[in-house]
Nanobody
Framework: QVQLVESGGGLVQPGGSLRLSCAAS????????MGWYRQAPGKQRELVAY???????KYLDSVKGRFIVSRDNAKNMVYLQMNSLKVEDTAVYYC????????????????WGQGTLVTVSS
């Protein structure tokens, strides 16, 4: 079965760090582009970081220089290292994957994890 499972969320103080992990199963992982999204209550879901199947990365402007996305194809894992965390980073973080983009711009064979909560508070 196709499954993405996130872990590593929790409570952290401003300025602290967390490392999120996403374990993939049921897919040919190396074929997939992988991304981290987040959603805070009452706000739109937004793309935080993205790493393509070729290793190209992109980041939300507000996390550039603080977050690093990486992947380990041998372990079917994708990670999000979050440093210098801010209160504004508080959200449920979701792992997602896709096989590319259609002509419409939509992601092909999109899959999602269940989410892990990150709370940044003093």
């Amino acid at each position: 079965q196709v499954q993405l499972v996130e872990s590593g969320g929790g409570l952290v103080q401003p300025g602290g760090s967390l490392r999120l992990s996403c374990a993939a199963s049921g897919i040919i992982f190396s074929f997939y582009n992988m991304g981290w999204y987040r959603q805070a209550p009452g706000k739109q879901r937004e793309l935080v970081a993205y790493i393509s199947n070729g290793g190209n990365t992109k980041y939300l402007d507000s996390v550039k220089g603080r977050f690093i996305v990486s992947r380990d194809n041998a372990k079917n894992m994708v990670y999000l290292q979050m440093n210098s965390l801010k209160v504004e980073d508080t959200a449920v973080y979701y792992c997602s994957g896709d096989r590319g983009r259609l002509l419409s711009g939509e992601r092909y064979l999109e899959i999602w994890g269940q989410g892990t909560l990150v709370t940044v508070s003093s």
